[in-house]
Each structure stands twice: as C-alpha cells, then as structure tokens.
C-alpha cells in the first residue's frame, strides 16, 4: 500500500480508500447500495486497516446518518487510535424535510458537523467535504464556515465533491483573496469508461496542487468483468436495480474486453487492471473502494499489487480516448509549435 500526499497539504492517505456507502441501507436508494450492519461492517473496516489502508470516506447522508454511526462504532469496537485513522465526511445532502436541512449554508454546515462528530464518536473530522453544488449559497459564506470550522480544531481539511472546473476555481481564488483555508481535494466520478474529468478538472487539479479522491472507480460494478452487452451481471448486482452513475455502455464493453485481455494475460481480474489503470494516473490522490463482502475487499485491495506496463496504458488510454471536443482539440494544435524540441543550430 502506497501513502500520497493529499493535494499541497502535509497529510498522507492510502492510495486506497475504504468506501461507506454499502454500510446501512436505510433507505430506498441505499438498500440497493449495500445494506451491511454493526458486525459486517467491523469486519470490513478491520480488513481494510490490516491491508494498510488509513483513509475511510462516508458522508451523513449514506443512510441518513447510519453510515457514520456504524463506522464511529466500528473503529471504537476495533479500538482503533484516532491518529491512525483518516476520516472523511461530507455534508450537503436533505437530511430531512425542513428547508434549511441542506445545502452549503454557514447554518447547514455547523449543524451537520456537530451531527457527524456525534455520529462518528470523534472530537474531529480529517476532511470535511461539500458533497455537492448549491447554486443558492454564496461561495464567500461556505468558505467562511469551513474555514470557522478549522480554526476551531473541528475539522482538519476541507475539500469538495462534484464541482465543476471553474467553481473550484473560483473557491481556491476566494480563498487565496480573503486568507480562508483552501480546498484541500476533490471528490469526483473517473473511470477508464468515464474520462470526461480529464477535459478541464484534471489539469487543474495537477496546476493548483489539488488533491483528487475517485469515486465509484468500477463504475458501479459494470467494470468488474461480470457484465456484458445483454447481461445484468450477477444476482444481487446494484446495477441490476440501481443503474449508476451514467456510462456509454459501447465505450465500457471496449474498455472490458480491452482490460480482460491484460487481466488474464496476468492472471488478476478485470476489476484489479481497471484500479490499477486509475492508480497509475499522477494526479489522483486516492481510489474510494467499497464492498459488501471480504471476498470484494480482498480483491480490490490486491489491485496496489498490480503494474501495468507503459504499452499496456498505452493500450488502455487508446481503447478508451474521449472524443475530441473544443477547445481541446484547438489547444492541441497550436500547442504544437511551443512544445519543446531539441535545437539545432544553424
């Protein structure tokens, strides 16, 4: 397990991330997630730290708040010390009918924050995250929240999940004006059949020194090798019940067949090629993994073991490139004539 600095800051996480979304299943969305409880989860959680994996990511509203109390009561009944645990949370989600329940308001914000360190059994948060956009709140006023929130030792690092490129953007540039704590990382959808953050994220993220945490990395199964074209996979299989997130399913056969063909070349499975192809990406910072059973754990775990080979990425990017769209095929052109090249003296 390889430990990566999380953006410009001083902290280490594991190049894997232990996912919370299985645990719980509250709810209609979630019950199709995962729906594991108390000793489940204990035993997900210790073979997850055994492996070398320090960094866990829930949110509050993974099964309105039994996420975070299943994983708070999994660490203290494993006994695991607080400095040998990074936690992640996030906050934005309804957590009930009431309109102020929501959202990235400075009321939301120190409302939910106290709600998760309750749930977690924690005096801190490592990473506290916006789990998502609100058009409605000021950038100026979450930022002043959060910031509020670090100084006063409650939360440690503050990042965001599923913001656009310039809205991040606008929050490192707010942040840097008025002398607030700065996004640490963005939580984000990447897969090999779903590269669309490669256009404008990714390169800002590696020019401001961001760190990236990758969600749903196989896709919500589909890239496990045990789909097809015509199959719902395996019984049981989320995608089955809940088809997410969105993928050109033609681009994803592509990518399997592609990466089946290496995985059996190496004797692995396809999920492992389609994590380690992620993980040879420089600027992501950590893989979220999520799992309903030990036999799934195990098997993403030993995707860190995995090398891929210059020509098998080669073979991987050219199997899943995204079309070319504007202005990036623009800027390819004419940065052809600034690229460096050797010079010849006449």
């Known amino acids: 397990m390889r430990y990566n600095q999380l953006g410009r800051t001083g902290l280490f996480v594991s190049e894997l991330c232990l996912g919370t979304m299985t645990f719980g299943g509250s709810g209609e969305i979630w019950s199709k997630i995962g729906d594991l409880q108390q000793e489940a989860v204990d035993g997900i959680v210790g073979s997850a730290l055994a492996s070398g994996i320090n960094f866990i990511d829930t949110a509050d509203v993974y099964s309105f708040g039994w996420s975070e109390k299943l994983l708070g009561q999994s660490l203290r009944n494993l006994g695991v010390k607080r400095q040998d645990v990074v936690i992640a949370t996030k906050a934005f989600g309804a957590m009930s009918d009431a309109p102020n329940d929501r959202g990235a308001s400075r009321g939301h914000i120190m409302d939910a924050v106290q709600a998760s360190l309750e749930r977690l059994q924690t005096d801190h948060i490592d990473l506290y995250q916006i789990h998502g956009t609100d058009t409605i709140t000021p950038i100026e006023e979450t930022l002043r929240a959060l910031d509020d929130l670090t100084r006063q030792g409650l939360v440690r690092y503050v990042g965001v999940s599923n913001w656009q490129a310039w809205r991040i953007m606008k929050a490192l540039g707010t942040a840097d004006r008025l002398g607030l704590d700065r996004v640490a990382s963005l939580q984000a959808y990447y897969t090999i059949a779903g590269r669309d953050l490669e256009r404008e994220i990714a390169p800002l993220l590696t020019e401001e020194k961001v760190g990236l945490m990758v969600w749903s990395p196989l896709a919500g199964g589909l890239l496990s ?122």
């Open 225 to 346: 090798g045990k789909f097809g074209p015509g199959s719902n996979g395996p019984e049981g299989a989320r995608r089955a019940s809940f088809d997410f997130p969105p993928v050109n399913k033609d681009r994803a056969w592509a990518c399997v067949a592609a990466m089946r063909e290496i995985a059996e070349a190496k004797g692995v499975s396809v999920a492992q090629i389609a994590l380690a192809w992620l993980l040879a990406k420089p600027f992501v910072s950590s893989v979220i993994i999520g799992a309903k059973s030990a036999a799934q754990l195990a098997d993403n775990i030993a995707a860190t073991s995995v090398t891929l080979s210059a020509d098998e990425m080669a073979e991987l990017d050219k199997v899943s490139a995204l079309p070319p769209e504007y202005p990036g095929w623009m800027l390819a052109r004419q940065g052809e004539m600034r690229r460096p090249k050797p010079f010849v003296k006449p």
